[in-house]
């Protein structure tokens, strides 16, 4: 078949939404379907992100006013070969490196701006800076639908935009997938979007050959809010198991010492508050933090305790990969919303290491971690983490070190991005041939 993928997120930001679906573009080219992308003109390019075949056609577009002018700064300064700093790649969800936790903040005049233009666009653009682009992507989907027709059109939200545009393609009588990840009235949807994204969302409910969505509790809350009951599947976030696994040992992480790596995001609905003070007793463990940026508690601890916890900055996709593969511990933090689960769970399963899951105690991360045995769960509480911390550096002294777990990788294939993308195109399949 011919899938037309619509996808605001896609290499080289390295998003998870933009993982996601260089995953799945690159599994369902591999399973014979040919593969066009309409996305933004972002600038740069990609760094340590999954390789796609040279047969998956990509078309870019002007990404609007604000960030459009951005990506044009950000490839100019890419042609002249200049390394690109915080300023060039923050405001599109792109990552460098962190400033050390001992110096100051390396944002600068350049930062502070973008925010201030971005932030005041998204004060009139539904449903936020990125809804600029709909005016250029509607005018070239309909350039893409009259030239080259595809038999299914797939939609990657977020944002909203990438909804709008499929909307306007189902409309063509094209069969539809929404892949809906999170809601689209979401807990942090402002106030004044929350009505209209209420209407969007029933929109997609109404009229979606087919919707995805990665939780059970997001797929509950469609079937409450809008009852949309059938027509509806979980496709979570996955694993590259088959990533090799890095030769040698770089030096990075010492083996007299218990290694946490976490790789990931920090939200309000998201904190290390309650992991961080349970290290400070724990001068036998070392927390490795690699995120695009850090709380304020993150980064006074780290000055504080340099030892105990070392910030390594933005990894690039790969590179984070094959520290997870390294590591002692990779430590998930829950997120509060149910319907929410972070994608890292997922992607931590392709590294066959133990994984300490911080949430609630019947948590759905809880009960998936603990029956696939691949790791541990306890509150998000100083004592409770303190308490396995410290049995975890125990039965490392001991050498009987993730005794009991399964950390291979045939329990998790499942997860496996391929194993994802067989789900959707038998979804495909099965809705061009309804049409």
């Not at 233009?117 to 309909?142: C, K, N, T």
């Not at 007793?281 to 695009?292: D, H, K, Q």
């Not at 504080?304 to 933090?333: C, S, T, W």
Request: net charge positive.
């Amino acid at each position: 078949m011919h899938i037309l993928l619509i996808a605001y997120e896609f290499p080289p930001s390295p998003s998870p939404q933009s993982l996601r679906w260089t995953y799945l573009a690159r599994y369902l080219a591999e399973r014979g379907h040919r593969i066009s992308v309409l996305t933004i003109n972002l600038g740069g390019t990609s760094t340590g992100l999954p390789a796609l075949p040279a047969d998956i056609v990509v078309t870019r577009t002007f990404a609007g006013p604000v960030r459009g002018c951005l990506a044009t700064l950000r490839e100019r300064r890419h042609r002249r070969g200049l390394r690109r700093d915080r300023a060039d790649v923050a405001d599109i969800g792109g990552v460098p490196a962190l400033a050390p936790t001992n110096s100051a903040s390396r944002q600068g005049w350049k930062q502070a701006l973008s925010d201030l233009l971005q932030g005041a666009a998204a004060r009139v653009i539904f449903p936020d800076v990125r809804g600029e682009w709909l005016p250029w992507a509607r005018r070239r989907l309909d350039r893409m639908l009259e030239t080259d027709p595809p038999d299914l059109v797939i939609s990657s939200h977020e944002p909203a935009t990438s909804l709008q545009l499929g909307l306007r393609a189902k409309r063509r009588g094209l069969p539809w997938i929404a892949d809906l990840g999170d809601p689209v009235l979401a807990p942090y949807t402002p106030a004044r979007w929350r009505r209209r994204a209420w209407m969007l969302e029933r929109k997609v409910a109404e009229t979606a050959d087919h919707i995805l969505v990665t939780t059970p509790a997001a797929a509950a809350l469609l079937a409450e809010r809008h009852h949309r009951d059938a027509g509806v599947t979980v496709v979570t976030q996955g694993h590259a198991g088959d990533h090799p696994v890095p030769p040698g040992d770089d030096g990075l992480f010492a083996p007299y010492r218990l290694e946490l790596l976490y790789t990931g995001s920090f939200y309000r609905f998201r904190r290390p508050d309650a992991l961080l003070e349970a290290l400070r007793e724990l001068p036998e463990a070392r927390l490795n933090i690699a995120s695009v940026a850090l709380p304020a508690s993150v980064i006074e601890f780290a000055r504080e305790l340099p030892d105990q916890v070392r910030v390594l900055g933005f990894l690039p996709h790969a590179q984070a990969l094959d520290l997870q593969r390294r590591a002692d511990v990779l430590v998930n933090i829950g997120n509060a919303d149910p319907s929410q689960v972070p994608g890292k769970i997922y992607e931590y399963l392709g590294a066959c290491r133990p994984i300490l899951h911080l949430g609630d105690a019947d948590d759905a991360i809880a009960t998936f971690v603990a029956g696939l045995r691949r790791g541990w769960s306890c509150e998000n509480r100083e004592g409770p983490i303190a308490e396995r911390v410290r049995s975890l550096i125990a039965d490392k002294r001991a050498g009987r070190f993730a005794d009991g777990l399964d950390l291979g990788p045939a329990s998790v294939a499942p997860w496996h991005w391929r194993a994802s993308a067989a789900t959707i195109d038998a979804l495909a399949r099965s809705l061009v041939r309804k049409a």
